[in-house]
DNA sequence: TATTTTACTGCAACAAAGTTGCGTTAAGCT
DNA sequence: AGCTTAACGCAACTTTGTTGCAGTAAAATA
């Protein structure tokens, strides 16, 4: 197991969540911290935070690996489904403040659900 | 833009999707059909039936891209939006007949969702 | 049916995202 | 300060998916 460090990395690298709602594609941050540290270190700290509750992970259309901090999620408690959003236009992806309403379906017992909805946000469509 | 033409690959690459109302992964595809055909040839099949609405895509929680039979989908109109389930124990994955509810989110103009949802099928769960 | 057109296929090489192994570094403790 | 061990960097690798080009085979035309 093991308990993750504040290392001068994992600092750096939460900072980034901080001043955005938005989500980060795991990709950006790497580039964006090619100078500092090494990808292997950027997923790795990723992973970290994620099993912790700190931040969680989704995949977007594309297949890409999408990060936003959490808002209100720990280790144990991970299961807030709340639908994430791209804009057509301007490509950001948020995390919606909304529940999601998880159809009954027949034989089939749902226990989680992964929402990803596309169309413009408000900036865009004005 | 051009023809899709019924080629042999063509028709041998549908008959997979007919005795299954099951996705099928790409790469389990191009595994499947090792023998019979180039990797870049399975791709390029799914892209044009896609196109056609044949078939139709998605991207699992993984971020590996699955493909299914249309009901009711063509070239023009292909936005019929249903969820998609997987099965935790036996890792398949189907369309469910369902209507989602896209939620009405103010400052933003949803245009599309994507609804992947996981848990225990019927055959599982007994 | 022979010819011509053009969509389709195979191959090889490539691209990008993400992972793994291992030796080294540095955080946190006493 | 010294010790333990988590964390890091690097390089090499794996996997999914794409691209360019030369050759093949549908389908259209005659």
Known sequence: MGITRKTKAVKKLLSLFEPTVSAILAVDLIAQLKEEMNKTTV???????????????????????????????????????????????????TCLPVEIKIPIVENYTIENAAVFLVGKCNECSS
């Open 43 to 93: 997923y790795r700290i990723l992973d970290r935070l994620e099993n912790e509750g700190i931040i969680h992970s989704f995949v977007g259309s594309d297949g890409l690996k999408w990060y936003a901090k959490c808002t209100g999620c720990s280790s144990n408690n991970h299961n807030d489904i709340h639908p994430h959003f791209q804009c057509t236009n301007c490509k950001k992806v």
